[in-house]
């Protein structure tokens, strides 16, 4: 009897830990292997006079890369800011939205931040940081989903959830 008890406690022990580990995993509290960025990526670099002309969206994905996993958060918040740049203006720099308030290719609206020029917001390197900032600011990545959905307006609306959509599918 007492080997049954014995063998039914480990059992329950196991069972709670892989359900642990699996919630953690699911809910990335449990950061990737990615997450501990190798040197070439922390160090992903803007292009020379010498290399080949990047696109914006080429210079928005090496700030990403760069930012993102110098903050250690990896692959995922790359993936973000680039699908928020994809739904924002399809990566074109020079959009113009909302009736000519914002602009670039994360459409900052200068009439909610004044402090932003319009050179600035169609710099995709000011641009990238900026959001990612913004992001950081609104709490991500512990709260990823309201951050991304508060870049666009108010967070929970069928408008930001269909954003926030977009963005995880990209």
């Avoid at 200068?110 to 319009?118: A, F, K, M, R, V």
């Amino acid at each position: 009897m007492k080997t049954q008890t014995k063998d039914l406690k480990i059992l329950i022990w196991l069972i709670l830990f892989t359900a642990l580990i699996g919630f953690y995993a699911k809910h990335n509290v449990i950061k990737p292997a990615e997450a501990n960025a190798p040197n070439d990526a922390i160090n992903y670099r803007l292009p020379f006079n010498d290399d080949k002309e990047m696109t914006d969206k080429d210079i928005i994905y090496a700030v990403a890369m760069r930012e993102c996993y110098a903050h250690g958060y990896g692959k995922l918040c790359r993936n973000d800011l680039m699908g928020i740049a994809n739904k924002e203006s399809k990566f074109d720099c020079t959009a113009n939205g909302d009736f000519g308030a914002s602009h670039g290719c994360f459409q900052i609206h200068l009439g909610y931040h004044p402090e932003i020029t319009q050179e600035e917001a169609r710099d995709p390197e000011f641009a990238t940081k900026w959001t990612f900032k913004r992001l950081l600011h609104y709490g991500y990545p512990e709260y990823r989903s309201y951050a991304i959905m508060r870049h666009n307006g108010t967070p929970g609306t069928e408008k930001t959830l269909s954003y926030l959509e977009a963005v995880n599918n990209y």
